[in-house]
């Protein structure tokens, strides 16, 4: 038997089976979709947007293969509007000329039309301009996509009409469900084992359609009752492995070789560990925070910039994405490694904390406590302060730690940077604290 145009239920079944394997697994409904439960979840923003029944543009941004163009398919399903999508990449003025007429047409008839932009921001200034009118007059609902950060990308004036949302790439755990899907609907089990099944969620590198286009490249190339180890798998889809788990060993290799390339002054060798966790997909600002860390741990005093300039690495890094920013991490990892080190402060401070954490609570000098009442003043509470400024050398020399722990040294500057002329300034401070004292005894 066909249908209406001579095709069988057969041919149906053959070409239904013929399309990729994204296509067929696409989801019906919003419950469907994995992943994305920021926006999707039962708190998501989408899912309040839904319930409060209006529906205002959107700006999709995420990387590629986290469902953007499934997820604004499937909104327009849940609010009852037309889906029209076209793609910033093909189309041109006359195109969307074309489609703000038809919308303005279905108005009339009472549909509200959804228009899905695809790569949104490889429209110019002008062309994005174009969307203003019909999104201001309610002609269109505008969900744009883009794989790009919308503050550099898009107009500020379709920004203020838009609210983007962000997607995450999927997690190893959402791509593990995306594959038993995969499974559940072919009727086979991944020809894997364990470790070539985790390799093939590394190499996906949280593109769900790139991962099921590696299920389909894997299934096409096994033979029947062949298991691939992680070996095979990678000769069989012909694709370099990641470089390193984020989450295993080579991770922690190489954020401590880049470490202690800092911390040795090696700017070269530190700027190549740098090259080899941007490549092999870290997050930016990991590394932007640990050479923070790196900042304070390692140099310190001995370069007093180079906190500072840690955290404008980090905002310029913020401000501008990838892979712009990434030059100012580079440039922050080659100062902190020709800076000059010095890890007194920290030394200090765990001698401080060690201190503070064994000698219980022993209460500060009289001198130096306030006395904001009459009584108090009457037993004593500041009695002989010496203001520091009304001194010929600014410093006065008292006796700041309690009575019964006595004056105790954590901080040991180093002869190195900076610290050379803090070191200056403490041996000064001590040879007057010296003869104050002996003054006060005469």
């Known amino acids: 038997m066909t249908d209406l145009f001579g095709a069988t239920p057969e041919i149906e079944a053959e070409a239904a089976e013929s399309r990729p394997l994204a296509d067929r697994l696409r989801p019906q409904t919003l419950d469907e979709v994995i992943g994305q439960q920021h926006l999707l979840g039962p708190d998501g923003t989408l899912r309040r947007m839904i319930a409060s029944g209006r529906l205002g543009s959107l700006i999709l941004w995420g990387p590629p293969g986290t469902g953007k163009t499934t997820i604004a398919r499937l909104l327009a399903d849940q609010v009852g509007y037309r889906f029209k999508q076209i793609s910033a990449v093909f189309s041109g003025v006359a195109d969307l000329k074309k489609v703000f007429e038809e919308a303005r047409f279905e108005r009339m008839a ?84 364990e470790d070539a099944r985790a390799a093939l969620y590394e190499l996906a590198d949280g593109d769900g359609r790139a991962m099921l286009g590696l299920v389909e490249e894997v299934f096409a190339a096994t033979k029947p009752d062949e298991i691939l180890d992680k070996a095979k798998l990678l000769q069989v889809v012909q694709r370099r492995a990641p470089i390193y788990d984020k989450k295993q060993d080579g991770h922690y290799n190489l954020i401590s070789a880049l470490h202690k390339t800092v911390r040795g002054s090696d700017p070269d060798a530190a700027l190549y560990y740098l090259a080899r966790m941007l490549v092999a997909g870290e997050n930016p600002l990991f590394l932007a925070r640990r050479l923070i860390r790196m900042a304070s741990e390692d140099i310190g005093m001995a370069d007093p910039q180079a906190l500072p300039l840690a955290i404008a690495a980090r905002d310029a890094y913020e401000m501008l994405g990838s892979p712009e920013g990434e030059l100012a991490l580079a440039q922050l990892t080659v100062y902190l490694a020709t800076a000059p080190k010095s890890n007194s402060v920290e030394v200090a401070f765990n001698e401080a904390m060690a201190l503070a954490r064994s000698s219980g609570s022993p209460t500060p000098p009289m001198v130096i406590l306030n006395a904001p009442t009459k009584m108090m003043k009457g037993q004593g509470y500041g009695e002989g302060y010496i203001y520091d400024h009304d001194t010929p050398e600014g410093f006065s020399g008292q006796q700041y730690f309690p009575e019964q722990l006595g004056r105790q040294e954590f901080y040991r500057p180093v002869e190195r940077g900076f610290e050379r002329e803090i070191k200056k300034r403490l041996d000064y401070f001590s040879r007057l604290r010296v003869q104050k004292g002996e003054t006060d005894q005469r």
């Open 110 to 193: 009472g549909h509200k039309t959804l228009l899905f932009v695809d790569e949104i921001h490889r429209f110019n200034r002008a062309q994005q301009d174009g969307f203003l009118p019909v999104m201001e007059d309610g002609t269109v609902v505008l969900v744009g996509a883009t794989t790009e950060n919308p503050s550099f990308e898009l107009n500020a004036a379709l920004l203020s009409r838009a609210q983007v949302l962000r997607l995450k790439s999927f997690t190893p755990d959402e791509l593990e469900q995306m594959a038993a899907r995969a499974e559940a609907t072919l009727g086979q089990k991944l020809p894997l084992d």
